[in-house]
C-alpha cells in the first residue's frame, strides 16, 4: 500500500475530536485467537458452538458449558496482544493528550484490548476472562491463569453456579455498553472500524449511526464488507499492519 493512500485518512486522525473504534474478531487474528468454531477441536470436536453459548444451555448443563468456556479463558489468556491493539492503546493516548475524546467499543471477549493499555474499552458482548454469579450477579474471580477453575461448575460463595460475563445468543447486549456506545456515536467525527464483518447487529449499525451523524469513516480489513461502500476510507489489509502504519503517520 502507497504512502498516499494514507495520507487522508492519518490527517482525519490527527485532526479529529471526537473518535469511536469499533474492533471485531480480525483485530485479534493475528494474536492466534482462536474463533469461536476453532475452539471446537479435540474433546470439544462433536459440540456445537451454538448449542453451547446459551442461557438455555447453561440451565441444563452448566458444567459442560462452564469447561468449555474455561478452555476458552485459558486459550486467550496464552495469546498475546498484537501490533494492532497496541497501536489502538497508543492513538488513545495521542487523542487524548490532544484534548480529544475516545471510545473504543470492541464485540471480543478475549480482553487483549485492556492488555494492550486500552484504558476502558466497552466490551459490547462481556469478557471471557471475568466470571459472575448466575444468581446474584456478584464478580467471582477465577484463578490466575494457566490455572482452571478447581471443578465445573465453579460456585460463588452462596452456592449457586457461577457464569462467564458473556453475552450469549438470545441475551440482550448490557445497557451500560448500549448507552456509552451511542453517546460517543452521537458526538463522534471519525469512525475507525476494524476486523468486523459489520453484519452482526446493533454493531454493523454503529457504522450507519455514525455516518448518519456526519462522521468520517474508515474500515481496516483485508475484505470489502457491507459497510464498504458507505465508508469514507477502506484501508485493505490485516490490522497488526494498517493500524501500526496509520498511528505512525498520524502522530510521529
Ligand atoms: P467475524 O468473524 O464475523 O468477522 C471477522 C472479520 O475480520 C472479517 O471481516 C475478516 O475479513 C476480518 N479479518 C480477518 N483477518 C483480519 C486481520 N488480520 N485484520 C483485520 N481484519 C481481519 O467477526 P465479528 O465481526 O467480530 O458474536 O463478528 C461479530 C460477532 O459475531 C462476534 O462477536 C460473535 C459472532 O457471532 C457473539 O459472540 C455474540
Not at 485467537?33 to 479435540?42: A, H, K, L, N, V
Request: charge should be negative; glycine fraction near 8%.
Amino acid at each position: 500500500m502507497d504512502d498516499q493512500t494514507f495520507a487522508q485518512p492519518a490527517a482525519a486522525l490527527r485532526d479529529a475530536r471526537s473518535v469511536v473504534i469499533l474492533t471485531g474478531a480480525g483485530v485479534s487474528a493475528e494474536s492466534g485467537i482462536p474463533t469461536f468454531r476453532d475452539t471446537m477441536e479435540g474433546l470439544w470436536a462433536s459440540f456445537d458452538p451454538q448449542q453451547l453459548a446459551t442461557p438455555e444451555a447453561f440451565a441444563r448443563d452448566p458444567g459442560l458449558v462452564t469447561r468449555w468456556y474455561d478452555h476458552r479463558r485459558l486459550g486467550c489468556a496464552a495469546c498475546e496482544p498484537n501490533p494492532g491493539h497496541l497501536a489502538l492503546a497508543r492513538m488513545e493516548r495521542e487523542i487524548c493528550a490532544l484534548g480529544g475524546e475516545f471510545t473504543l467499543l470492541t464485540q471480543n471477549v478475549d480482553g487483549l484490548h485492556r492488555r494492550a493499555g486500552s484504558a476502558d474499552p466497552v466490551e459490547l458482548h462481556g469478557s471471557v476472562m471475568t466470571w459472575r454469579c448466575s444468581e446474584t450477579g456478584e464478580a467471582v474471580t477465577p484463578p490466575p491463569p494457566p490455572a482452571p477453575w478447581p471443578g465445573f461448575p465453579p460456585k460463588s460463595p452462596s452456592g449457586a453456579p457461577v457464569r462467564p460475563d458473556v453475552v450469549w445468543f438470545g441475551e440482550a447486549l448490557p445497557e451500560e455498553a448500549l448507552e456509552r456506545s451511542f453517546d460517543a456515536l452521537s458526538s463522534c467525527d471519525l469512525l475507525v472500524s476494524v476486523g468486523t464483518s459489520a453484519v452482526v447487529y446493533p454493531a454493523a449499525g454503529f457504522i450507519e449511526v455514525a455516518v448518519a451523524n456526519g462522521a468520517r469513516t474508515i474500515e481496516v480489513n483485508p475484505k470489502d464488507t457491507p459497510m464498504t461502500p458507505i465508508v469514507t476510507w477502506a484501508l485493505r489489509g490485516p490490522s497488526a499492519g494498517i493500524l501500526p502504519l496509520l498511528v505512525e503517520r498520524a502522530f510521529d
